[in-house]
């Protein structure tokens, strides 16, 4: 998946904006594998620069650089039945925070954006740290 720049023209670039993401975040799951994105159907990925000040505090996160992504809604486990007025579910990657953590450790942004969407993806399915992992490992052997 990772794919690196030999260009090296980093005067001239500016930092991924909301859409660049977006676009990073689709082609991640994309690559993931058939079987698992054929169960998220009814799940909405959004991107945004921080987490809102209503997750800030529920969180209670002490800056707003700590959180990375997050899943909101219930996940498969927990849909027996559908609310009145039930919001399909969601994940918000926060683009912020993660151009921090990438800016600070030696991995690529796209391998960075497709472990936080595996991981709250994987919240929506209720699966363990061991599930996630395989599947970014299949993610990365499928190889991209």
């Given at each position: 998946?990772?794919?690196?720049?030999?260009?090296?023209?980093?005067?001239?670039?500016h930092a991924p904006t909301l859409t660049t993401f977006e676009q990073l975040a689709f082609e991640a799951y994309i690559h993931l594998p058939e079987e698992f994105r054929k169960l998220t159907t009814d799940l909405t990925i959004e991107v945004a620069d921080f987490p809102s000040d209503d997750v800030f505090e529920d969180m209670a996160l002490e800056t707003p650089f700590d959180l990375l992504g997050l899943f909101e809604g219930r996940g498969i486990g927990e849909r027996f039945t559908?609310?009145?007025?039930?919001?399909?579910?969601?994940?918000?990657?926060y683009r912020r925070p993660i151009l921090?953590?990438?800016?600070?450790?030696?991995?690529?942004?796209?391998?960075?954006?497709?472990?936080?969407?595996?991981?709250?993806?994987?919240?929506?399915?209720?699966l363990s740290d061991d599930d996630m992992e395989r599947i970014e490992a299949s993610v990365e052997h499928l190889g991209g």
């Amino acid at each position: 998946m990772a794919r690196i720049d030999q260009t090296e023209n980093w005067r001239e670039r500016h930092a991924p904006t909301l859409t660049t993401f977006e676009q990073l975040a689709f082609e991640a799951y994309i690559h993931l594998p058939e079987e698992f994105r054929k169960l998220t159907t009814d799940l909405t990925i959004e991107v945004a620069d921080f987490p809102s000040d209503d997750v800030f505090e529920d969180m209670a996160l002490e800056t707003p650089f700590d959180l990375l992504g997050l899943f909101e809604g219930r996940g498969i486990g927990e849909r027996f039945t559908l609310e009145t007025g039930e919001l399909p579910n969601r994940i918000i990657l926060y683009r912020r925070p993660i151009l921090d953590y990438w800016a600070e450790n030696d991995e690529t942004l796209g391998d960075i954006i497709t472990h936080v969407l595996i991981h709250e993806i994987g919240h929506h399915f209720g699966l363990s740290d061991d599930d996630m992992e395989r599947i970014e490992a299949s993610v990365e052997h499928l190889g991209g």
